[in-house]
């Protein structure tokens, strides 16, 4: 399956990363969203994500099951490329971290700060806006996935990332 995805993670507690080229990088407690495609196959990318152990190659990497615990991932089929249109959506609604995840496009970033719990029902209009390229809409938790039939599932998938 090809696609897009959002993938979540939770950092316990404020930290400074070195992220390659970016340099030293603050990142503060909370969930984080970040951005990215599977244009082969996307539940394969999104699984290497959730590996402990691999090779340093994005920027996610250096983050991803390391810094941060990753607590699931929205996948998106479709033929279509849509992180630069989530990414263009997502960096009007929540602050980003320039340049992360982004070096091979004109995006600004690829990976964005969740502030509040409030702000989650965003993502469920950013993913309105990006449907009519969508075959099917897909959660996954790392072991399983999950087919979303109702984008108001996602909002419940969010929730009960609180108390993973």
Same mark, same amino acid.
């Given at each position: 399956m090809r696609g897009s995805y959002l993938l979540f993670l939770r950092n316990e507690r404020r930290c400074s990363v070195r992220v390659g080229r970016l340099g030293n990088i603050v990142f503060n407690s909370g969930v984080y969203v970040y951005v990215g495609s599977g244009l082969n196959n996307v539940v394969s990318r999104v699984g /290497?994500? #959730?590996k &402990?152990?691999? /090779?340093?190659f994005w920027h996610i990497d250096? !983050?991803? &099951?390391?810094?941060?615990r990753i607590i699931g991932a929205i996948l998106l089929i479709s033929d279509k490329r849509l992180e630069g249109m989530l990414s263009s959506i997502l960096k009007d609604y929540y602050s980003y971290v320039p %340049? #992360? %995840?982004a070096s091979d496009t004109k995006d600004v970033s690829h990976l964005f700060y969740i502030h509040t719990e409030s702000k989650y029902d *965003? *993502?469920? &209009? +950013? !993913? &309105?806006? +990006?449907l009519t390229y969508v075959?099917?809409?897909?959660?996954y938790d790392g072991i399983k996935l999950h087919k979303v039939r109702d984008l108001a599932e !996602? $909002?419940? #998938? $969010?929730k009960e990332m609180k108390s993973t």
């Open positions: /290497r994500h #959730f &402990s152990v691999k /090779r340093v250096y !983050i991803a &099951s390391r810094v941060m %340049g #992360f %995840g *965003l *993502l469920v &209009s +950013v !993913i &309105s806006n +990006v075959t099917d809409v897909y959660w !996602i $909002l419940n #998938f $969010l």
